[in-house]
């Protein structure tokens, strides 16, 4: 089943518009009848579509659905800026495993200049692909990207939980911190995680978080490349924080 | 520091050749003095470049290092075909995060049709995608790929535990298997992980893994993509099995 991120306007008057209607209008070609999941990001609903044009799709609501597809706590991606297209891959993988917010952030080590007015731009791409990848993931709530700042100039104050994932941590052999860090998170808290870019982080960046509260973290014994962090954090924080024990095996 | 896997031969003979030797002096254009990890996959060391030309780096073995990089469990990754170049993600991640084999799987809903002729170039291909994400990510072993069977080939019979990722569960509300068979998995237990391709699992196919032994889980309570079901299943495992919790904190 498909679901679709649309306006409270929208939703209001029972229609998805846009490039969404398009999509199902001439890539799906539903003619009406069909079953799909809209969303407000404050509530789930399963429609039921009544009519077709490549402009508007009208519904009618079938059900409220529980939406609470969301991780427990609120976790910021602060991703040290990657050479290519890793930026996309990080921001529609992200997405799936449920980060809150994720911000691409231009480090020391950082490759990539964009120019000014290209950043707009950039950042429209970044948002897109993370509605797309929330509607496929079926979360209840789209990630926020709203801008590409340099480190120094991001406020960290507001956070709980401060976890820089630093390779060499693991090249020491520390195991302990992540672990510690992730197992103690209480419901709501909010969760700042910060990747460097390939390079890594800088001696003087390594100090600056520190003295901003950020506890460097091993990820595993192994070293991981940048875009491969992300997905070890938030899959382990749900592993931790969502998955229970069994009373019994479900087959 | 870079990592190279080389053969018993090359490191009987303080030696490395082929296109790593290409690589180091051309590419890092090393002169001598520098320091690298050499390992023929059974012991790892640490060695000072003595000699550089195109064809033959020689060395000298400083110490050897504790060489324990590898997850405690051996994990087979069966993953059904994916489309485009997702395979060869999946293999750089999940050599990253410590998979032992990693067998491209052709199922029901495989798009990609090889043909025979293309299948071995493909996995020269994909073996050699995996010692460069093994060296990179100073692994002490490189993951297993021999061969791109059809689901219904496979010898299951040596595997202690079966996990089948399945979105399914994660749309019914399933939360208890995965972590239940990750906090009991014991140290050297053979773990086959089955995740499907983008379609999903065919329900004739979801029977016959069943009776294999397979037991369906969801990931967390989001729907992932079939390349993120991977990073999520490792990571979780090194989570659970390799990090713990602190004494103190490791600053």
Same mark, same amino acid.
């Given at each position: 089943m498909q679901k679709y991120f649309i306006t409270k306007e929208d939703l209001a008057l029972n229609r998805i518009t846009g490039d969404d209607a398009y999509q199902i209008a001439t890539v799906l070609r539903f003619k009406g009848g069909e079953t799909v999941m809209v969303s407000d990001t404050f509530s789930n609903y399963l429609a039921k579509i009544k009519s077709v044009s490549k402009d508007e799709v009208t519904f009618e609501i079938i059900e409220e659905k529980a939406g609470d597809m969301e991780l427990p706590v609120f976790v910021s991606i602060y991703q040290?800026?990657? /050479?290519?297209d890793k930026m996309e891959e990080i921001i529609k993988h992200s997405t799936e495993l449920g980060a809150s917010k994720i911000v691409p952030t231009f480090m020391k080590r950082s490759i990539v200049k964009l120019e000014e007015k290209k950043i707009d731009s950039r950042i429209v791409r970044f948002q897109k692909i993370a509605k797309e990848a929330a509607e496929q993931s079926f979360r209840s709530k789209i990630p926020t990207i709203d801008s590409i700042p340099y480190? /120094?100039? $991001?406020?960290?104050?507001?956070?709980?939980v401060k976890i820089l994932c630093y390779e060499e941590n693991a090249k020491n052999g520390e195991l302990t911190n992540f672990k510690s860090i992730v197992s103690n998170l209480k419901k709501d808290q909010r969760v700042a995680v910060l990747i460097g870019p390939e390079?890594? $982080?800088d001696d003087t960046e390594l100090e600056y978080l520190k003295n901003k509260g950020f506890i460097p973290c091993a990820l595993g014994k192994r070293i991981l490349r940048t875009e491969t962090a992300v997905f070890y954090v938030l899959s382990s924080i749900s592993y931790e924080m969502e998955l229970k024990k069994w009373v019994k095996l479900v087959l």
């Open positions: 040290g800026y990657p /050479k290519g480190l /120094k100039t $991001i406020n960290f104050d507001d956070y709980d390079g890594g $982080i």
